[in-house]
DNA sequence: CATAATGCTTAGAATGATTATAATTTATAT
DNA sequence: ATATAAATTATAATCATTCTAAGCATTATG
């Protein structure tokens, strides 16, 4: 009884509305936004939304490892609905994210291999993305 | 005369008292130090040091390229006067970040290639540090 | 049904990192 | 020496995020 609510700890949460509202806007979402972005899109259909509950609910989802929480946002945290091993691209103009597969395998050196136990790792690539390069052709 | 300037703007400042006691601190210094970090050391030295101070040369540096940034830890900026490429292991016990050479060839998968100016490239890696490592096993 | 227990939502306060402001000090140029 | 520009300082402001305390909803209990 206690071990099996311990196991689920966390991993189990009610779908309230207000979670439900955010996961749907998340549900295949690859702009990777900020509470922010999502709280401005989710608190215009679901009036009364409090941003605590954002971040909340971000917070539990991503414990429950339904969701990414992505550093590659120096001012702000980003998330990704997408869990799966994929790195991604900034624009250095824009800052717009972009996915980037898992195709490229990455392993340490030798020697650090030996002292470091590895669990992951994340790639992120800086550049200019297309339209941002279609726009400064342009001028 | 205009264009010199315009051209070193940013890259040249005057070397103060305070900014020499920063860079000082940071010469060599391969444990990615956070503001509050470089903050705490320098101002035992250096009595009237401001915390505005460190941030405002953190920031000068930086600009001019001569310090990297760093958006690994989600909490604080940190920052690496080592501006070679090279990558960061994190350890995700006790938060140190590490060095990892670049010896490791990334590309980006063909079809991204085409559609993006690529400038560069960071890694993250994450997992256990050798101390945390010995630590685990003792207990 | 009544009531208690639990978990969730909410508004607003608190926190912590970073940036902005405005006055003062230091360095440079005339 | 006087003016000009740049850097430092203390402090206030900002912004993202977390915390708090009160109320609400849902489920369990009798
Ligand atoms: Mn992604
Ligand atoms: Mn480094
Ligand atoms: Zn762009
Ligand atoms: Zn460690």
């Not at 001012?75 to 195709?103: F, M, N, Q, W």
Request: charged share 30%.
């Amino acid at each position: 009884m206690k071990q099996i609510q311990k196991k689920n700890e966390g991993t189990r949460f009610k779908r309230t509305p207000q979670r439900l509202a955010i996961l749907e806007y998340l549900e295949g979402n690859t702009s990777h936004p900020s509470a922010e972005d999502i709280f401005r899109v989710v608190s215009k259909r679901y009036q009364s939304m409090s941003f605590a509950t954002v971040y909340n609910t971000l917070n539990t989802l991503t414990r429950a490892g339904e969701l990414r929480e992505l550093t590659i946002d120096p001012e702000r945290k980003r998330y990704d609905p997408d869990t799966s091993r994929h790195h991604h691209l900034i624009c250095v103009l824009c800052g717009k994210i972009a996915d980037i597969p898992e195709k490229i395998g990455v392993e340490l050196p030798k020697d650090m291999a030996e002292h470091f136990v590895l669990l992951g790792h994340h790639i992120e690539f800086y550049g200019h993305c297309s339209s941002c390069r279609k726009k400064n052709k342009a001028k």
